[in-house]
């Protein structure tokens, strides 16, 4: 069975303050994982996706990278704006093309 | 300016009712799915449409129906056999031409009275 595991499930930074999220995935044929932003009472924004392991993608403060096993999302010099839920997700080759989702990180960036 | 809008944003029914979600984009896309967020939870795959007027069931199809007549029209109905309705429902649909990327509306948040 295809699983996606995030963590930590709660994250609190300080601005300034980077970390990194982590998203592990046990599936049978990666097509792609995506990170995905969510604010309260939203839907999903779409952040990133990776295909291949090594492949690196960079938008502002945020940069998401991908090995064989896990996908990390680094957060360099939050701010409180980055406060989100931040999901992970995983899409499997053939079919559909189902994704599964991780049950998110959720981010707090306090001033 | 392209997305996909969901209506109503808050929606509220009474037991043994029928509702229904609408879900509409304008981007173009075949694919369309319908997605049940819960607290704690991962969101969960209700039922997907490849393609005008075809549509599979998802993971937990179970006491929900859609239809898809139109490609820029993918409405949820969530029918009195749902047992327990009260969740977060996202419409997203996906860009082949963007490595199947899926894209998500805003979201209705339905409860049970």
């Known amino acids: 069975e295809d699983q996606v595991t995030q963590s930590p499930e709660a994250l609190r930074l300080q601005e300034g303050e980077s970390s990194s999220l982590n998203c592990s995935y046990t599936?049978?044929?990666?097509?792609?994982l995506f990170w995905y932003r969510q604010d309260p009472g939203k839907g999903p924004e779409f952040l990133f996706t990776?295909?291949?392991a090594g492949e690196e993608k960079e938008k502002e403060r945020l940069k998401a990278t991908l090995t064989k096993k896990e996908s990390f999302l680094h957060i360099t010099a939050p701010k409180p704006e980055d406060s989100a839920t931040y999901l992970c997700a995983v899409q499997v080759s053939g079919g559909y093309q189902k994704v599964t989702f991780g049950t998110g990180t959720k981010l707090q960036v306090i001033p | 300016d392209g997305g996909i809008t969901q209506s109503p944003k808050y929606l509220f029914r009474k037991e043994g009712q029928n509702v229904t979600l609408s879900c509409e984009q304008n981007?173009?896309?075949?694919?369309m799915y319908w997605y049940r967020q819960d607290p704690g939870q991962g969101l969960r795959l209700i039922y997907y449409s490849q393609i005008v007027n075809d549509f599979q069931k998802g993971d937990i199809a179970e006491g929900y129906s859609v239809s898809r007549e139109k490609k820029e029209s993918f409405p949820l109905t969530v029918t009195s056999a749902q047992k327990n309705p009260t969740a977060f429902y996202l419409c997203?649909?996906?860009?082949?031409?963007?490595?199947?990327?899926?894209?998500f509306g805003p979201g209705t948040r339905l409860t049970v009275l």
């Open positions: 599936v049978s044929g990666l097509r792609g």
């Open positions: 990776l295909y291949s």
């Open positions: 997203a649909s996906r860009d082949q031409d963007l490595r199947d990327t899926q894209y």
């Open positions: 981007l173009n896309h075949d694919a």
